[in-house]
């Protein structure tokens, strides 16, 4: 996750008891006891104890936990539709928390769409005014929501589904109407709660896929609830994990799967394809060597003896990646006696993003066996990858 992007929501020192004596059961938390302790002590139940972590702008933020871990409960909190025990929930600068009633609203509406597990669709209304209702309770005008909605539904391809009604649609059909009703209110933050638990695996593997291609285009701050761990990996930025209302890690998929915090996380991603999982960046390396955009075929051919390599890649100054360089072409760069090595360059070599899944990269390697060129956005050489390392990274990874 790039952590340079602007915090979208702050959640500090999140605290939930449900209960008629809160203050007590907070203080038994504060000297050391857990939730079994303080509910039989108390009566008092410890929804959410402690909680923090940030909300990246664009990100895609996962809650997950199994049943009672506190994650549902943790999203009602985010918009209040649960009041919060103690603890601030800050969102563009406003703390949810200490907001009057009106305010809470306005917050609501700027901030805050919510798509649930149960789709809440209203079977007398068709799609198209499903998708308007939000837009309809807040007043906006009749030709321009049932534009915008128009363009939701379009946006999550349901286009010519406009007159049919729920029951003529597929669950996941449905779960599309919500998620467009959604997106309609062009509020700054989606939130999901178990969106796709009711869909049957196949349907829900599409809607995931989905949900992420609609991500790449829209970059909608999304947090997004559930259970299960295979969906936490497939389409989290980042997942924080609960259990028992406590934050047990929170970090990108491959480091929970790589670097799980405790033995409760090693239990918990016990059997993960962890093949599926691992990316480019784990089999990384550093470059041995590279040469620059203004040096001579000598230069570049004696950078290659000195690290007894038969190609070597080319940047600017700027580490964007302009080439790569084999050794025969700078023998014949010098015969031609060329001053620079640019126009002897090849494209024929594989590059891929740090977060390329691991297993695309074995049938990536060419016969010459390159190694794989790893950029980030700005096509800036971070590392390469060695086919050894990807063999290496995957029997590791089945090994686990």
């Known amino acids: 996750m790039d952590e340079t992007r602007p915090v979208k929501i702050q959640v500090r020192g999140l605290s939930k008891v449900f209960g008629k004596q809160p203050k007590k059961a907070l203080e038994l938390r504060d000297q050391g006891l857990k939730r079994p302790e303080i509910l039989e002590k108390t009566g008092q139940t410890l929804g959410l104890s402690d909680i923090s972590f940030d909300v990246y702008e664009g990100e895609l933020l996962v809650i997950m936990g199994l049943s009672g871990s506190g994650k549902s409960t943790l999203i009602r909190c985010l918009n209040r539709l649960i009041d919060t025990t103690e603890g601030e929930i800050i969102i563009d600068g406003e703390n949810i928390p200490t907001l009057g009633e009106k305010a809470l609203l306005e917050c609501r509406r700027r901030h805050f769409s919510m798509v649930f597990q149960n789709f809440a669709l209203f079977p007398h209304r068709t799609v198209q005014q499903n998708a308007e209702f939000g ?35 597929s669950g996941g059909m449905q779960q599309r ?29 599409d809607m995931q896929q989905e949900l992420l291609q609609l991500q790449s285009k829209m970059q909608k701050t999304t947090v997004f609830i559930t259970h299960d761990l295979d969906e936490a990996l497939n389409i989290g930025d980042r997942i924080v994990l609960l259990k028992d209302g406590e934050v047990v890690q929170i970090g990108t998929p491959e480091e929970i799967l790589t670097k799980p915090a405790d033995d409760y996380v090693r239990r918990f991603i016990e059997g993960v394809d962890r093949s599926r999982i691992l990316t480019a960046e784990s089999a990384m390396r550093p470059v041995r060597t590279t040469a620059r955009d203004s040096d001579g075929p000598r230069t570049a051919l004696h950078r290659m003896r000195d690290h007894s390599i038969d190609s070597i890649y080319v940047t600017d100054r700027d580490r964007q990646l302009l080439g790569l360089l084999e050794a025969d072409a700078a023998s014949r760069a010098i015969e031609a006696k060329a001053e620079t090595i640019t126009d002897h360059l090849t494209q024929d070599f594989r590059k891929v993003p740090p977060d390329e899944p691991l297993q695309n990269l074995f049938a990536m390697f060419s016969e010459k066996s390159y190694p794989i060129a790893v950029v980030d956005e700005q096509q800036r050489l971070l590392g390469v990858v060695v086919k050894g390392a990807v063999l290496d990274e995957l029997a590791r990874a089945g090994e686990q």
């Open 177 to 205: 109407v919500g998620l467009a009703r959604a997106l309609a209110n062009d509020a700054s933050v989606l939130l999901m709660d178990e969106a796709f638990s009711a869909l049957d695996p196949l349907i829900r593997k």
């Open 135 to 169: 837009l309809e309770i807040r007043g906006v005008e009749k030709s321009e929501r049932q534009s915008i909605a128009h363009n939701a539904l379009k946006q999550v391809g349901l286009e010519g589904w406009e007159d049919a009604y729920p029951n003529q649609l």
